[in-house]
Every structure is written in structure tokens, then in C-alpha cells.
């Protein structure tokens, strides 16, 4: 015995220019049929909160699922699975498709060569998938931009909650930004950790999905960012700050990646803070109350 419920969308073009859109969306319980073999045009991310079962590759390999679980489902790729008949499985899966995929899955969130991805947690993924089905009442003028910005949001939540990742952060990721405003370099960094670079690279594309040099670059120049905002710093004071000697490089470099050079984001952004911007992230939950000025 199982239940199914599930919902399917059709986007119109100018919603496939927001880059993702949700194609639909199910929740489902129970001894589920077998599915497949079949191969999808569309990207499914099915994820398992309870119970377990087995998915065969295309070379007839099985694995075992457990939850929890996700089953990633991509484009062009057979795929055969079903739940334990005797136990059946738990599963909230959403259906989407668009040009964004392709760098979310560069950047490591969606991981084709990897259809069995074990999860710490499923409770932040399937709440997603709560949400695009909250979203799915008839009727709904917003269901495109809300089930598409949902995806969004679905493949951070599954990105957090893989079983491989620490869901506080990479301990070298962390160090990583910690230090990223001295003037080290690459090579630097990962003798550091005791690492090799090729070592380094490995760790930071796996947990960061990108180079050491653009984690670096991001953090840094958001650093800078901060500094030319809130500070009247002269700009080679801020490349000094943010682990740059040589301030034409560094303003060629801040120019190359934020598309201005760093005087004419200053005059853009620039916020008079007595002592700068505060590093600490505030609560949006609690807010500082901000006290009403009284009429002189």
C-alpha cells in the first residue's frame, strides 16, 4: 500500500530566463512501485526522509539506499529504483530543468557521476519541497517565480545536508577565510594545512566549488568592498588591509572582477560608519531597536 500526491507545472519562456524552473513537485509514502528503467530530459531530486531500498545503474550495479537519502536524476542518464516491498520509503521529489543547471552542477551542487548521495539530514531539503508544494495550490499567480526561486534554495538546502561535508563549514574552508587577507600565497596556504596545493585545490573545489584563488579573490574583495564603503581609507591602505603591496594591481584586479575601479565604487557606496561596519551579523530575528529621536 503507498500514497501519492504530486503536481506539474508548465513554465512559460520568460520564466526559463530566471535561469531554474520547477517542472513539479510530489510527496509520496509507502511501497512504492519500481520506477524504471527510464531516462529523463529534466533533472529530478528525490529526496528519502525514512526507510530504504536500492537503485541499479546503467551497468546493472545496484546500491543500497538508506535513508536519509537523495537520488539525484539526471538528464540522459538511465535510471532503475524502487523502496524496500517490505518497508517501503518516505520521499518528497522535485522536478526541474533550465540553463542554470549546468553551474550548479560546475560548481558541485548537482553531481550526475554520483546518483546516490548519502545525507546528514534530510529535514532542510524536504521542508523545501514542502514549500514548492504549498506553492502548487491551484491558482496561484506567483507558482512560477515561487516554485523556481524554491529550487534555488532546494539545492543550497541538499548542498548543506550531504552526509560528506561537515554542515558547520570545511575546518580548511574556515581557516581558509580566516586568513584570507594575509599575503600568502596558493602555495603558502596549503604548506599551512600540510597540504600540497593539488591538495588544496581538491579540498576547496569539493567543499567551496571553485578555485583556492577565487575563494580567496571573493573573500578579499569583499573584504575591500567593506573597507571602501565604510572608511575614508585611501585605497592603497585598503589593498595593504585585504593582503595587497602593490596598490595598482590591486586596483587593476578589483576593476577586472567588479566590473569598476575601487574610487568610483567608493563614491557609489560610500556610508559615513564611526569606526566601520561591524563585523557581527545581526539576528534578524532580534533586531537592535533603533530609539525614536525625539522633536526639539
Given at each position: 500500500m503507498y500514497h501519492t500526491w504530486m503536481r506539474f507545472f508548465t513554465?512559460?519562456?520568460?520564466?526559463?530566463?530566471?535561469?531554474?524552473?520547477?517542472?513539479?513537485?510530489?510527496?509520496q509514502y509507502g511501497a512504492l512501485p519500481t520506477v524504471g528503467p527510464r531516462t529523463l530530459d529534466h533533472h529530478v531530486a528525490v529526496v528519502i526522509t525514512t526507510g530504504s531500498g536500492w537503485y541499479q545503474h546503467p551497468d546493472g550495479h545496484r546500491?543500497?539506499?538508506?535513508?536519509?537519502?537523495?537520488l539525484w536524476l539526471t538528464p540522459g542518464t538511465p535510471h532503475h529504483y524502487a523502496p524496500d516491498p517490505a518497508t517501503g520509503w518516505d520521499e518528497g521529489f522535485a522536478v526541474f530543468t533550465g540553463p542554470a543547471t549546468t553551474t550548479?552542477?560546475?560548481?558541485?551542487?548537482?553531481?550526475p557521476d554520483r546518483p546516490v548521495v548519502?545525507?546528514?539530514?534530510?529535514?532542510?531539503?524536504?521542508?523545501?519541497?514542502?514549500?514548492?508544494?504549498?506553492?502548487?495550490?491551484?491558482?496561484?499567480?506567483l507558482?512560477?517565480?515561487?516554485?523556481g526561486a524554491a529550487v534555488h534554495e532546494l539545492l543550497v538546502a541538499l548542498r548543506r545536508a550531504r552526509a560528506d561535508l561537515a554542515p558547520d563549514g570545511d575546518p580548511v574552508l574556515k581557516a581558509l577565510a580566516r586568513d584570507a587577507c594575509l599575503p600568502l600565497t596558493v602555495a603558502d596556504h596549503a604548506a599551512r594545512h600540510g597540504m600540497t596545493?593539488?591538495?588544496?585545490?581538491?579540498?576547496?573545489?569539493?567543499g567551496a566549488g571553485c578555485s583556492p584563488k577565487d575563494y580567496l579573490l571573493g573573500i578579499r574583495l569583499g573584504r575591500a568592498k567593506e573597507?571602501?564603503?565604510?572608511?575614508?581609507?585611501?585605497v592603497a591602505a585598503v589593498a595593504r588591509r585585504v593582503g595587497y603591496d602593490d596598490p595598482a594591481y590591486f586596483s587593476r584586479l578589483f576593476t577586472s572582477r567588479v566590473g569598476m575601479p575601487p574610487v568610483r565604487f567608493r563614491v557609489q557606496q560610500y556610508r559615513a560608519v564611526p569606526?566601520?561596519?561591524s563585523n557581527r551579523v545581526p539576528d534578524p530575528d532580534d533586531p537592535p531597536m533603533i530609539e525614536p529621536t525625539s522633536a526639539t
Open positions: 513554465p512559460g519562456p520568460v520564466h526559463h530566463r530566471l535561469g531554474l524552473v520547477c517542472l513539479g513537485v510530489g510527496l546500491t543500497a539506499v538508506t535513508a536519509p537519502a537523495l550548479y552542477t560546475e560548481l558541485g551542487y548537482i553531481e548519502p545525507l546528514s539530514d534530510a529535514t532542510g531539503p524536504r521542508a523545501v519541497i514542502g514549500r514548492i508544494a504549498r506553492a502548487a495550490r491551484r491558482g496561484n499567480p507558482l512560477e517565480v515561487e516554485t596545493p593539488a591538495e588544496l585545490r581538491t579540498a576547496v573545489r569539493r573597507l571602501l564603503a565604510a572608511t575614508e581609507l585611501p569606526g566601520g561596519w
